[in-house]
Nanobody
Framework: QVQLVESGGGLVQAGESLRLSCAAS????????MAWYRQAPGNQRELVAR???????YYADSVKGRFTISRDNAKNTVYLQMNSLNAEDTGVYYC??????????????WGQGTQVTVSS
């Protein structure tokens, strides 16, 4: 069984920073893409940033230049450094990863979510 556990959310003022972490544990053979999504109240879940196993990254336009995604493959952990936060960044942030539990058996896993609230 595989689990993704997020941490690092909280309440901050506009302009401040937060760093989210997401650690994968369990029966892991290999992890491909890892990503962060967020969902604001009344909105659909949206992709914030993605990182491949090789380190290539993708960012939503709304966070380019402010957020940085990174990963530590030895620790099966993905991070999201969020700078210059604003009220529009408020929401529940979810970790996502495509994980192989066996050589040819992969699934998409989600974390439980961590709340980020930015007050203006």
């Amino acid at each position: 069984q595989v689990q993704l556990v997020e941490s690092g959310g909280g309440l901050v003022q506009a302009g401040e920073s937060l760093r989210l972490s997401c650690a994968a544990s369990g029966s892991i053979f290999r992890i491909d893409d890892m990503a962060w999504y967020r969902q604001a109240p009344g909105n659909q879940r949206e992709l914030v940033a993605r990182i491949t196993s090789g380190g290539s990254t993708y960012y939503a336009d709304s966070v380019k230049g402010r957020f940085t995604i990174s990963r530590d493959n030895a620790k099966n952990t993905v991070y999201l450094q969020m700078n210059s936060l604003n009220a529009e960044d408020t929401g529940v942030y979810y970790c996502n990863a495509y994980i192989y539990t066996m050589l040819t058996l992969g699934y998409t896993f989600w974390g439980q979510g961590t709340q980020v609230t930015v007050s203006s």
